[in-house]
């Protein structure tokens, strides 16, 4: 199985702080690479899938980059609503796996 | 809009089985497969499996290959997970989801509210 490792584990920011949560894959994925927030007591909710393209409804202010093994998550301007956890998870192969997740705290 | 609505909590003890719902609506769901994350407490998300709603075709998770089975009521647009021979560490949050399949991409765009299964004795 490909391993997904997420950094940081946990992050404090503040309100419109600019943020970026790293997602490494064990080996190759091409830019099959996602991304999830979840929020305390919620089902987690899908923000950009192919590695840059957003959800339909997902705020611009997130944003995907990457490509191979190593991508990234930037939310531009921290909102209140932003503060949860963030997962990767690649489709490259058989099983999906997502990384440990990223907790994002308000500062 | 697109719903997928679980069955309840449920307990259970070691050794018994569970079955969990998702009933979908607001979409075709002959077009959508749908499939199965657990999330252990406090921890993160593991794939269990999917399930093609249209013609039945299953995909398990190495690991649950065995223990799992999906199955879908297309009458009823629900779609169903078995669990058999539960043990302590099954007891997670067991959600379902849409799989959306595109050019280089596998992706869940939309979950069900979750259902808790505690194993306990």
């Known amino acids: 199985d490909i391993q997904m490792t997420q950094s940081p584990s946990s992050l404090s920011a503040s309100i419109g702080d600019r943020v970026t949560i790293t997602c490494r894959a064990s080996?190759?994925?091409?830019?099959?690479l996602n991304w999830y927030q979840q929020k305390s007591g919620k089902a987690p909710n899908l923000l950009i899938y192919?590695?840059?393209s957003l959800e339909t409804g997902v705020p611009s202010r997130f944003s995907g980059s990457g490509s191979g093994t190593d991508f990234t998550l930037t939310i531009s301007s921290l909102q209140p609503e932003d503060f949860a956890t963030y997962y990767c998870?690649?489709?490259?192969?058989?099983?999906?796996?997502f990384g440990q997740g990223t907790r994002l705290e308000i500062k | 809009q697109v719903q997928l609505l679980q069955s309840g909590a449920e307990v259970k003890k070691p050794g018994a089985s569970v079955k969990v719902s998702c009933k979908a609506s607001?979409?075709?769901?002959?077009?959508?497969?749908i499939s199965w994350v657990r999330q252990a407490p406090g921890q993160g998300l593991e794939w269990l499996g999917w399930?093609?709603?249209?013609?039945?075709?299953?995909n398990y998770a190495q690991k649950f290959q065995g223990r799992v089975t999906m199955t879908t009521d297309t009458s009823t647009t629900t779609v169903y997970m078995e669990v058999r021979d539960l043990r302590s560490d099954d007891t997670a949050i067991y959600y379902c989801?849409?799989?959306?399949?595109?050019?280089?991409?596998?992706?869940?765009?939309?979950w069900g509210q979750g259902t808790l299964v505690t194993v306990s004795s």
């Open positions: 192919g590695t840059t």
């Open positions: 998870q690649q489709s490259y192969s058989t099983p999906p796996t």
């Open positions: 989801a849409r799989r959306v399949i595109g050019y280089n991409t596998e992706h869940f765009d939309n």
């Open positions: 607001g979409y075709t769901i002959l077009n959508y497969g």
């Open positions: 399930i093609s709603v249209s013609n039945g075709h299953t």
């Open positions: 080996q190759y994925i091409s830019n099959s």
